[in-house]
């Protein structure tokens, strides 16, 4: 933890963190994220023991709740990050100032046990292929945002700066010269953990969910940061992202299009005591421009798979 | 508007469009935007005729309110933006869709009224002078996040690309040649709206609001993004962010730190109907690391404010 962490730094009170408001006891050790805060209760409602304790907080459009799985009784929370980057770096750092920091004297706690997160998303699938409602397991992560970018935090190792230096040539290739930012925009990348990654597919092959590996990229918005153009006074920089998104890396090819993974995934890497894995489910397919019917979009088999990975994680030690 | 928007494009069912589970009716001309959602219920109990209908939708932690105002009888709807420019992004979007697009058949509306619409936040102050509490009124606006580097609109004058090459020099030095991402920050600048600035101020002076005029500068985050570092494993790439952001434009100074306004201020300046506008209250100042107290931080002399700002662009036509 870094030395002089003030009310400036890290705003709390009584131990209640800003943008949250719930204590370090609030939250479990194993966690779901997810965009939309309506799907915290669904997700409870789905997976808590309702004869146990169940803690819930909505505060700013955020919802935490925390309770015990049906069953073998593992403690889970599961926390709204909300949409963007930008959100998501507010949400995870409060969790783990939770669990690292006393939040009270703002002094360092030494972690014993790991944290398990997964976020649980919607995305748009970039491979023709791709059947809508397809869970994709992120084995690389590719940031289009920025927030990354203010993290010093070394690389995994020497193939995401590879893969980071293939995103870039493509970016900058892909925006004409007259454009305004052309070259402006940079990828950061980071791997989700590996074991968390075989967990998840593990997982699904015994819940015989519809998935797919692949690199996910995220963006730092849903209209001209995907390519939804509305109003012709505002062009686009890049043209068409899914279809300059082709590429094959070490056989795993660039699979959807979301708004948040990067971020968890490079914060998460400069930890060691954090796992972090990802799936999203293809709810539009950005080749085909063809959009998800509420029918092929429940979340909820991709939900009961995630914490039966969080449950084989929260068995491997630090 | 584009053509060829689709229902991938344009996410919306029923004339219902995707995130904010709203129509075109449901959203007046004059706006005020707020972060976090349960202000709006708090807005519209302050500024609302409650003798006259009030309408409220809450989706995704998302919140719009329509109502009158007291007094005058305004049309005024109230609506959360969320935290950070991707969230901004998407419901900016959005609003501007149910103005000039038919949602049903997605094709092109004439628009015949303006629409004015104003962010009213909080932000960490940059000024070690500025005392805590008061509103700053943004005069340009740069965004370090690069959500704005995805829309080609053109600079609306020179200086606002003098502006951004002040700031990327200044970035591109702020970082050690070791950073994984030096030279990977870029800047955009936006100004609001002149015509909405200048009411802006002239409502502040009317009310005795204690206010200035700034830059405000956007981030893509709250922690490493502004300068708050929790963990050592988490280096920043730039260091001191306020300390860098300390220069004269034209008598014209960076006043405040806050993470929306950029993307709301470049998507406005590229379209003619719209008016943007925005003020802050500083409530940190990163310069001392204070943090206001309750009593010091109501924004309800602020909304009065942004109101009769709205009532006066409001009768200025197209």
Redesign the interface.
């Known amino acids: 933890?870094?030395a002089n962490?003030?009310?400036?730094?890290?705003?709390a009170k009584n131990g209640v963190i800003y943008?949250l408001q719930v204590t370090a006891n609030d939250v479990a050790n194993n966690i779901i994220m997810v965009?939309?805060?309506?799907r915290v209760p669904k997700i409870a409602e789905l997976v808590f023991d309702k004869s146990k304790d169940i803690f819930r907080k909505d505060?700013?459009?955020?919802?935490v709740m925390t309770g015990y799985t049906i069953g073998d009784g593992m403690r889970l929370s599961v926390i709204?990050h909300?949409?963007?980057?930008?959100?998501a770096?507010?949400v995870l750092?409060e969790v783990?100032?939770l669990k690292?920091?006393d939040i009270n004297s703002r002094t360092p706690i030494e972690v014993k046990e790991p944290v398990n997160i997964i976020r649980i998303g919607t995305s748009?699938a970039l491979q023709s292929s791709t059947k809508l409602g397809t869970t994709i397991i992120t084995k690389y992560s590719i940031g289009?945002?920025?927030?990354?970018?203010?993290?010093?935090?070394?690389?995994q190792s020497p193939q995401i700066v590879k893969l980071e230096n293939i995103v870039d040539d493509l970016f900058n290739k892909g925006a004409a010269n007259t454009?305004?930012?052309k070259g402006?925009?940079?990828a950061?990348a980071s791997q989700p953990d590996p074991r968390m990654v075989d967990a998840l597919v593990r997982a699904s092959e015994k819940n015989k969910l519809l998935h797919k590996l692949g690199i996910t990229t995220t963006?730092?918005?849903?209209?001209?940061?995907q390519g939804?153009?509305?109003?012709?006074?505002?062009?686009?920089?890049?043209e068409s992202i899914d279809k300059l998104l082709c590429f094959d890396f070490d056989g795993v090819q660039p699979e959807n299009l979301e708004?948040e993974i990067s971020?968890l995934s490079l914060?998460s890497s400069?930890?060691?005591w954090v796992r972090f894995g990802a799936m999203c489910m293809a709810i539009?397919?950005?080749r085909?421009?063809?959009?998800a019917s509420d029918v092929e979009s429940s979340l909820d088999p991709t939900v009961l798979t995630a914490v039966d990975a969080l449950r084989e994680m929260s068995k491997i030690p630090l």
């Open positions: 933890m870094c962490i003030n009310e400036a730094t890290l705003p943008h965009g939309d805060p309506e505060h700013r459009g955020l919802c709204t909300g949409m963007g980057t930008g959100s770096e507010i750092n783990l100032a690292a920091i748009g289009l945002d920025n927030t990354g970018l203010f993290y010093d935090i070394p690389p454009c305004r930012y402006g925009i940079h950061y963006v730092p918005g849903f209209f001209n940061c939804r153009l509305l109003f012709e006074e505002l062009p686009e920089t890049v708004m971020i914060i400069g930890l060691k539009a397919n950005r085909l421009n063809t959009f």
